[in-house]
């Protein structure tokens, strides 16, 4: 059988790059099959949670449920200051284990003692928090607790991603998504639990199991010393994975939180609705794609040739994206009930949105690969994106309602894809790799 899934992709692959499968593409396919297998069986139980959430709760709770993740989003950027995807980088390009053992010992005892002052400072300002947010107290410690539990959950599995343990984070993905819709199918038999608090409790179980699990499959890796070697590498490439980060966070969720503060609640919930049956689900796939792709394209030394196959792979996206996800969006939306209207210009528009999408992760990976120079690239391609995103959020919103959200995020995306792909040349070269 994986015999013939392999002559299958060898076909395929054929035909759209013109060229047989290399060793390195097919440990490539390999270890995506792996993390396709995880993710593709968590997003199926994720998107049951979604719709099921969604119907159960109605859009007021569900919109209350997508801040409070939101918001979320925007108090972990000071908890990693790009740490993370720095350490992903330099695990995924040697194999030594004291090298991978310091980095790792490193990179967590900085993520903690960012996370503790982050911590600090967020009880200082609450109240200037709540005004900027739109949120009530209660909700501040709701989203404060998932925070935390977040942070804790993204680092371990940042840490499998970087060391090529694709079997381990695709079992992790499984993990959450059934403890997700199991602990909140508990919630629903219980009437009184029926309100976005249910839902925050569950994803947050989700992901306390993850956190078990997973350093379960890494605690061999620490050793509680901290190197000022790899501490140096870290800050100098996590400076600009942290740029990027802290635009990512505005160009995901800006848009809800000023739907949030311009809108009603219901809003927020519909929005989310067309937004999960759409660009959630091609993110996710982005997130799966991605897991495999940024190690295996940070170790290859033929990045060039990557960025040209990626070209030929895009107008197949294009052509049968749109089709498939206007249709996949119109059933979503038909399970999640009548009280969130299917609108066809919305469903087409968040389709072309989940493809720009798509085509900004793949070539914004690939550059990032490359080293600080891409690092660099990559942070200022978010950066101008994030700014647009932001203003044209806040002139929109008011005027066209979430129609505006997503014209926002497709003509954002497009213009980090534009900036993108002029730089691409640095991986014709690639020289970073000598000193990163």
Not at 100 to 119: D, E, G, K, P, Q
Not at 322 to 346: Q, R
Request: hydrophobic share 55%; glycine share 6%; net charge positive.
């Amino acid at each position: 059988m994986k015999k013939l899934f392999l002559n299958f992709f060898n076909l395929v692959y054929k035909k759209i790059f013109a060229e047989e499968m290399t060793a390195n593409i097919e440990i490539f396919f390999k270890n995506l099959g792996y993390v396709a297998l995880g993710f593709g069986i968590a997003k199926v139980l994720t998107v049951i949670f979604n719709i099921l959430a969604g119907r159960v709760l109605g859009p007021e709770e569900y919109g209350k449920f997508t801040l409070v993740i939101s918001v979320a989003s925007f108090l972990t950027i000071p908890m990693f200051m790009g740490i993370s995807t720095a350490m992903v980088k330099y695990n995924a390009e040697g194999e030594d284990f004291k090298r991978r053992s310091a980095i790792i010992s490193t990179a967590y005892l900085m993520v903690f003692l960012f996370s503790l002052v982050s911590i600090f400072f967020y009880l200082i300002f609450k109240p200037r928090l709540l005004r900027l947010f739109s949120i009530s107290d209660s909700i501040f410690y709701l989203i404060l607790l998932f925070t935390i539990i977040y942070a804790l959950s993204s680092i371990i599995t940042r840490t499998l991603q970087g060391l090529h343990e694709m079997k381990k984070r695709s079992m992790l993905e499984i993990i959450f998504g059934v403890g997700l819709l199991g602990v909140f199918t508990l919630f629903i038999f219980m009437k009184d639990s029926r309100t976005f608090i249910a839902a925050v409790f569950a994803i947050c179980i989700a992901y306390v199991l993850v956190i078990i699990i997973g350093m379960a499959s890494i605690y061999k890796y620490f050793s509680f010393q901290f190197s000022r070697y790899w501490a140096g590498k870290l800050i100098r490439y996590g400076f600009y994975s942290l740029l990027a980060a802290v635009s990512f966070i505005f160009l995901t969720n800006v848009d809800k939180v000023m739907i949030n503060k311009y809108l009603a609640t219901g809003d927020l919930g519909i929005y989310r609705a067309y937004h999960a049956s759409s660009l959630g689900i091609v993110s996710s796939f982005m997130v799966m794609f991605t897991t495999v792709f940024f190690p295996t394209a940070s170790k290859s030394k033929a990045k060039w040739n990557i960025f040209k196959r990626i070209n030929r792979f895009i107008p197949y996206l294009v052509i049968f994206g749109l089709p498939i996800l206007v249709g996949g969006e119109f059933i979503a939306l038909k399970l999640y009930g009548k009280n969130y209207p299917i609108n066809l210009a919305l469903l087409i528009l968040f389709g072309l949105g989940a493809i720009t999408v798509s085509l900004y992760g793949v070539y914004a990976w690939l550059i990032v690969s490359a080293g600080k120079t891409g690092a660099k690239i990559g942070m200022m391609a978010l950066v101008i994106a994030a700014s647009f995103n932001i203003i044209m959020n806040r002139a929109l919103i008011p005027l066209i309602g979430i129609t505006g959200a997503i014209l926002a995020t497709i003509f954002s995306y497009l213009i980090a894809v534009s900036f993108l792909l002029p730089k691409a040349k640095i991986l014709q070269v690639s020289k970073e790799d000598e000193e990163n």
